[in-house]
Structure formats: structure tokens, C-alpha cells
């Protein structure tokens, strides 16, 4: 068994989390070839992300409270299986109808990890040491969406894109073999009931914390801004600017860097200001990138470098956003960590979901959709930090407490 505090835990945990981002990732590169292939129109293949996200939104209110009363390995057990059944029904979908019910299905079992990867982070290192060790694994799961597309562009370029949905059923199956030796980080003394009365109990106790509010919604719109990114980006730049797949490829793994250094950041900081100063100056970052790029596409500069500079700026905004909002709301719940991370996520997709649709729906040809929806969600995330989120009293404002 592993060792519940162990660096191999932290990186299966890490890896169970970027579960997430590969699945939308790695096919990036593939879209327009899928298009094609499957005879059908950029709005329906952008729909199979929106689609997952829905999926991954509705599975995260059963899986969040399920774990918090069975524990959560044998949710992540069940969760991994249920994905690689899915990818294997994508990789040999034989139009777009089967494609969306199969990406449906990968996005109900996908949810297990990364809403049970934080909630297990919450469990075994407690409320204020979380935060730190969900910077560095944040940090360790800018490899996966870095390397996803580039991966995702070889596999196209020499097998199709079935090999894609292929190759993500052989890291569920790997996933499986390493959660059999992880103990169950979860107290038995610590289960919840699952009685609907306490589930609506919970949610309330939860929607009640003005704070808990604030910063999922703080997430949630930068998490948009990221989602119209992953929706519009391979059609704006493989489409309208005319970059190859294995170049797209480059160019996302650039935008990731952009949040492998707000994560570093957001760990390396963390021991010495405060969770408040960092998203101050995060959300001011990427509501200025978000800016950039939705003024450079009105104006008519349609570039690869007006796309990608202020992408990568807002992306090192999120890059300390993403764990510092989810320590934030999660430190407070350690009773029901599950279920705040479940809600949490709920709310994060189900934004996200909406705006992957819209910039599916007024998509253009060029990059104005996409760059306005990015725009929009940069400065919205800056509002609702600033305008819900408590500021701390002065006793509060020192650095973040580690345990």
C-alpha cells in the first residue's frame, strides 16, 4: 500500500486529477480532422466538450456525497472503469450522435478523479496545508495539458483520431492498477449520510458560506475563460490562422506555461502571503489578458501572437487562482469535503459548459467569439472575488498557516 502522505500519493492524486484536462486536450488538434471524418459541422464537434462538461457536472453531485459516505476509493474504482468503457465507445464511434453519448458517459466516470483527488488532499493534509499541495500538483498537472495536445497531434498524424480516445482508455487502465494499493484516505468516522434531507442539509450549509460562494464563482468565470479557449482555438487557429496541428500543438504547450508559472507561483507564495493578496493580483492578471485579447480581436489584429500573448497572461493569473479558490472554499468543509468539492465543481462546469456553447454558437470564422467570451470571463472573475469574497481582518492577513 502506499503511503498516504508519500510523494507517489500526491502523484497518483495529481494524475487522477489531470484526468480532466486530457480528455479535453488531448483531441484539441483532432476537431476539425473529426469534423470531417464524421461528416458533420464545427458547432456539433465543439459540442462534444460542451457535452462533457455537462456530464462532468452532473456525475460530480453523485460521486462527491457517494464518497463521502463509501470512502473514496471505491468511487475512484468505479469512476476509472466507467471511463475507459466510454473512451473505447469514442474511439470507435461511427458518427457524432455515438460520439456525444460515448463522450457523455467519459465525462460521468472522468469526474471521479478530480473532484476525489481534491477531496482526498483535503482529507489527509487538512485545511491550510491543502492549498499548498494542490499549487504543486497543479503545477505537475500543467504536464498533462501541455503534452496532451502534442500527443493528441502525433497520434492523429499517424494513426486517426480514434487512437486518441484509445490511448486515454490505457491511462484508465493504468489509473485502476495504481488506485488498487492506495488506502482509502477517508475515516470511517468521518462518513455522511446520504439521505436526500442531509445532501439538501449540505447544500445549503454550503450555498449559505458567502465565502465558499465567492470564490467557486471567482473560479468558475476563470475557468470559463480557459473552456473558450479549449471550445474556439483549434478553429481560430488551425482554421482562420492557418497553423498546422503539430504547430497548434506548440502553441498550446506555450499557453500552458503560462500556468505552470502561476502555479509555482501560488505554491512557492503560498507560505508567505496571504490566500487574499495572491488572488488580488491573480485575477487582476487574467482580467487584463482576457482584455488584451478581446481588444486586439475587435480591432481587427488577427494574429497568432494577439491570440496566444494574452492567453498566456491570463493563464498565469489562473494558474494561481485554480488551487488558492479551491483551498479556500474546501477549508472550511472538512466534513463533508466530498460534497464542497463536488458543488464546487458543479458550478465551475456548468458555467463552463454554457460558455463553450455560446462561443460554439457565434463563432464566426475568426477569433471574436472566443476572444469576447475570454474577455468577459477574465473581468467577471475579477468582479466576484472582489465583490463576494470576504477580505480578511488584519490578524488574518499574514501568511497562509501550514500544518
Not at 179 to 184: D, N, Q, R
Not at 207 to 227: E, H, K, P, W
Not at 328 to 357: E, K, R, T
Not at 368 to 382: E, Q, R, V, W
Amino acid at each position: 500500500m502506499l503511503n498516504p502522505t508519500s510523494r507517489a500519493t500526491v502523484a497518483l492524486l495529481a494524475a487522477l486529477t489531470a484526468l480532466g484536462p486530457l480528455a479535453t486536450d488531448m483531441y484539441l488538434p483532432a476537431m476539425p480532422a473529426m469534423r470531417e471524418s464524421l461528416a458533420t459541422g464545427a458547432d456539433e464537434i465543439q459540442l462534444t466538450l460542451s457535452l462533457y462538461l455537462i456530464g462532468f457536472a452532473v456525475a460530480q453531485l453523485l460521486c462527491g456525497p457517494l464518497s463521502d459516505r463509501y470512502g473514496r476509493k471505491p468511487i475512484l474504482l468505479g469512476g476509472m472503469l466507467l471511463f475507459l468503457v466510454a473512451s473505447m465507445i469514442c474511439a470507435f464511434a461511427p458518427n457524432v450522435e455515438v460520439l456525444l453519448a460515448g463522450r457523455f458517459l467519459q465525462a460521468l466516470g472522468g469526474a471521479a478523479g478530480p473532484v476525489l483527488g481534491r477531496a482526498a488532499v483535503r482529507d489527509i493534509y487538512g485545511p491550510f496545508e491543502a492549498s499548498r499541495i494542490l499549487s504543486y500538483m497543479a503545477s505537475v498537472m500543467a504536464l498533462a495539458p501541455a503534452l496532451a495536445p502534442l500527443f493528441g497531434a502525433a497520434l492523429l498524424l499517424w494513426f486517426g483520431w480514434y487512437s486518441i480516445f484509445v490511448s486515454l482508455a490505457v491511462y484508465a487502465a493504468a489509473m485502476l492498477v495504481l488506485l488498487s494499493i492506495l488506502p482509502e484516505p477517508l475515516p470511517r468516522d468521518q462518513r455522511q449520510s446520504i439521505h436526500p434531507a442531509a445532501l439538501l442539509g449540505t447544500c445549503r450549509m454550503l450555498i449559505g458560506q458567502r465565502d465558499f460562494v465567492g470564490y467557486t464563482l471567482t473560479n468558475s468565470f476563470a475557468f470559463c475563460g480557459l473552456f473558450a479557449f479549449l471550445s474556439g482555438s483549434s478553429f481560430v487557429l488551425i482554421d482562420f490562422l492557418g497553423v498546422t496541428p503539430n504547430q497548434y500543438g506548440a502553441l498550446f504547450a506555450m499557453i500552458v506555461g503560462g500556468f505552470f508559472v502561476g502555479s509555482i507561483a501560488s505554491a512557492r507564495l503560498s507560505r508567505r502571503l496571504s490566500r487574499h493578496s495572491l488572488l488580488v493580483t491573480a485575477t487582476l492578471l487574467s482580467a487584463i489578458g482576457g482584455s488584451l485579447m478581446a481588444t486586439f480581436s475587435l480591432a481587427g489584429i488577427h494574429t497568432v501572437w494577439a491570440v496566444i500573448a494574452p492567453h498566456m497572461l491570463f493563464m498565469v493569473g489562473f494558474g494561481i487562482i485554480m488551487p488558492q479558490t479551491m483551498g479556500g472554499a474546501l477549508a472550511p468543509n472538512p466534513q463533508c469535503a466530498g460534497s464542497a468539492s463536488a458543488l464546487f465543481g458543479f458550478v465551475q462546469m456548468s458555467i463552463a459548459a454554457i460558455a463553450g456553447g455560446l462561443v460554439g454558437t457565434f463563432h464566426d470564422g475568426t477569433s471574436h467569439s472566443m476572444a469576447i467570451a475570454i474577455g468577459l470571463a477574465g473581468i467577471l472573475s475579477l468582479a466576484c472575488f472582489h465583490l463576494i469574497v470576504r477580505r480578511p481582518s488584519p490578524q488574518g492577513e499574514g501568511p497562509v498557516e501550514t500544518a
